[in-house]
């Protein structure tokens, strides 16, 4: 290793110590407990999941409880989370890992083969849970390696950043303050605190792409229509195609926004129901 990235690892684990975050999913070791944190934390702020990663715990409390739970209850206690497809992918490899003989995979590649499960969403598990080393190259650690290694250059890729991951990381966990477990929360709680005390270092990677907006967008338009079949399944009182369209068009103008035409509704709720959100019934859908 170069004398410049001893440095970088120095000041890292400095900076790591200082800035710590005592966050509950940092608690265990649990490969479970770690996965869930990992996909709500996803493009979603630390308060946020804060209470209902313990929620969904308290709702779902095994791999096993939730292979076996409802898609619509899965769905439910997943509300305000956003990207309800995340979800749907969680309980289909809940399904996939409960099955396994060997409990929950600790491979790279057995890992990024269940649904919804990435590379990074991986080397987060196998950090937390096992002490493993990998790339584990997420928004904060990005912002981190950008800030200290590439502080004046633009269009940075994720290419020239993964040798330096994997390099910078620790091949085990002999000593606790520099494993590949602490080693990922430092880069986290730095990154963090970087990205609110100077203009965020991510926008100069290659790979950076401003979130589009959600508000009137055909994502928010599903999420609304999910909320409302959820509703009537809890009500058990599935609802007709004019119903369901009544009910979402309700929603978007109380909000100011124009109504779903008709052809954009049948879109959506085909959508819906091939992905496995929703189904039909002689009375009519369901979540």
Sequence with gaps: MSADLGAFRTKVLEEGQARYRDLPWRNTHDPYHIWISEVML???????VDGRWQRWLVRFP????LAQADTADVLDEWQGLGYNRRALSVHKAAQHIAALP????TQLSDL????????ATAAGIRAFAFELPGVY?????RT???HELFPHQEGISDKQLVPLVEKTCPTDASNPQDSPRSWYYALLDYGAYLKKTVPNPSRRSKSHVKQSKFEGSHRQKRA?????????????????ELELALAL????VQAGRPVVEHAEFIKLLNELSSEGFCTKTSTGWIA
């Design 224 to 240: 609304e229509l999910v909320r409302i079949l959820l509703e009537a399944r809890r009500l058990a009182t599935p609802m007709g």
């Design 137 to 141: 190259l997420e928004t904060n650690v």
């Design 42 to 48: 996803q493009q979603t702020q630390v308060s946020r």
């Design 112 to 119: 990024v083969a269940l649904p919804g499960i990435g590379p």
């Design 249 to 252: 068009n309700e929603q978007e």
């Design 102 to 105: 060997a409990g929950f995979p």
């Design 144 to 146: 981190v390696f950008l």
């Design 62 to 65: 095994s791999v096993e409880v």
